[in-house]
């Protein structure tokens, strides 16, 4: 995932830089980079060519991906884009177990069915936007559902329904 997230930052920069004058006759043509190329040291210039040679070695799809991710990333709102450096920088800052720890979550995260890690996040934004005494509320008939037998959970999930019409 860091790896990723570095190429895609990278990809970005780099296929800015090598195009060159190709950049300057497109609309989205930023007139500062140039001035950005040539105030980067030797060095910078150095890694920044190594960065996209291996960008270029890799396989065709997953540079697809990759400008594909980019395009997402472009696309972010200024809010956003600062809201996932933040959080890269946070997880760069973890230590090896950390990271794994993360990673397997979510790849976990990952094989659950898009429509149930859509409806976790509307639970979790309605968790969020619940006051203090509704998320002890909350919390109290968790812990006592949580200790329900499977058949008291389907019971109750049966008197739901109903009321609700389903």
Wanted: proline share 4%; aromatic share 8%; charged share 45%.
């Amino acid at each position: 995932m860091r790896r990723t997230i570095v190429l895609v930052l990278l990809v970005g920069l780099a296929a800015l830089f090598q195009a060159g004058p190709a950049v300057a006759q497109e609309d989205e043509f930023a007139p500062d980079l140039l001035e950005r190329w040539e105030a980067l040291s030797p060095e910078q210039k150095a890694e920044l060519k190594k960065k996209l040679q291996r960008f270029k070695s890799l396989p065709e799809e997953r540079q697809e991906e990759l400008k594909q991710r980019l395009e997402r990333f472009r696309k972010l709102s200024q809010k956003e884009r600062r809201r996932l450096r933040q959080n890269y920088r946070a997880f760069q800052r973890l230590s090896e177990q950390e990271r794994a720890l993360i990673l397997k979550r979510y790849e976990k995260w990952q094989k659950i069915p898009r429509k149930d890690r859509q409806r976790f996040r509307r639970q979790l934004r309605r968790l969020h936007r619940m006051d203090a005494a509704q998320r002890q509320q909350f919390k109290r008939r968790l812990k006592r559902w949580l200790h329900l037998t499977p058949e008291e959970r389907e019971r109750i999930r049966r008197i739901i329904r109903k009321r609700r019409g389903k």
